[in-house]
């Protein structure tokens, strides 16, 4: 198997089978003592990890100010 130049790899169609991956799924790499494994996710597992950042930000601006900020140069 032959890395990308973007770090894309093809999964192996028996692979995708066996562990039901189908386009749109959401998969992550869990490492263990050096070895990685691929874990098939449900998306709100994905957005419960910043569920705990949600609604602590504390500036009072609208997003068209925050982007001008971020675009200021």
């Known amino acids: 198997m032959r890395v ?3 770090g ?3 999964i192996p169609r028996n692979v995708r ?3 039901g991956i ?3 799924t959401e998969i992550q790499f869990i490492e263990d003592n050096g070895k ?3 874990v098939k996710t449900s ?3 994905i957005k419960g990890r910043f569920k705990k ?3 602590i930000a504390t500036a009072k601006m609208s997003t068209s100010e925050i982007l001008a900020l971020t ?3």
């Open 4 to 6: 990308t130049v973007k």
């Open 8 to 10: 894309q790899v093809t």
């Open 17 to 19: 089978e066996t562990l």
């Open 22 to 24: 189908t386009p749109q």
């Open 36 to 38: 990685f494994y691929i």
């Open 43 to 45: 998306s709100s597992e």
């Open 53 to 55: 950042l949600r609604g």
């Open 71 to 73: 675009r200021e140069t």
